[in-house]
């Protein structure tokens, strides 16, 4: 069970953290992966984080701007996201990832909206 949080208003150039807290005593084993979908458009792969040396990898839109990391012992997954811009106003998920694909269920998002 993945329940991300943390979304909200706010103005472009700012900044949010998300947090996706996991249900579950093997959440270390496994990679970890940030989603959104934008109105209209399909989920896109935002970033990962591997399970093991904890390396990040992601998508070009938000390299440089976004960064995730991981709390094993508190089963969390985090994404805090600078320089936010209009274009990125989507509803954002956590999941299980295979590479920049998702492997397991989706849980609850949280929408994250960016004024210009």
């Known amino acids: 069970q993945l329940q991300a949080s943390g979304g909200g208003l706010v103005q472009a150039g700012g900044s949010l953290r998300l947090s996706c807290a996991a249900s579950g005593r093997t959440f270390s084993r496994y990679d970890m992966g940030w989603f959104r979908q934008a109105p209209g458009k399909e989920r896109e792969f935002v970033a990962g984080?591997?399970?093991?040396?904890?390396?990040?990898y992601y998508a070009d839109s938000v390299r440089g701007r976004f960064t995730v990391s991981r709390d094993n012992a508190k089963n969390s997954v985090y994404l805090q996201m600078n320089s936010l811009k209009p274009e990125d106003t989507a509803v954002y998920y956590c999941?299980?990832?295979?590479?920049?694909?998702?492997?397991?269920?989706w849980g609850q998002g949280t929408l994250v909206t960016v004024s210009s």
């Open positions: 984080i591997r399970s093991s040396i904890g390396s990040t």
């Open positions: 999941a299980t990832v295979t590479g920049t694909a998702p492997s397991g269920s």
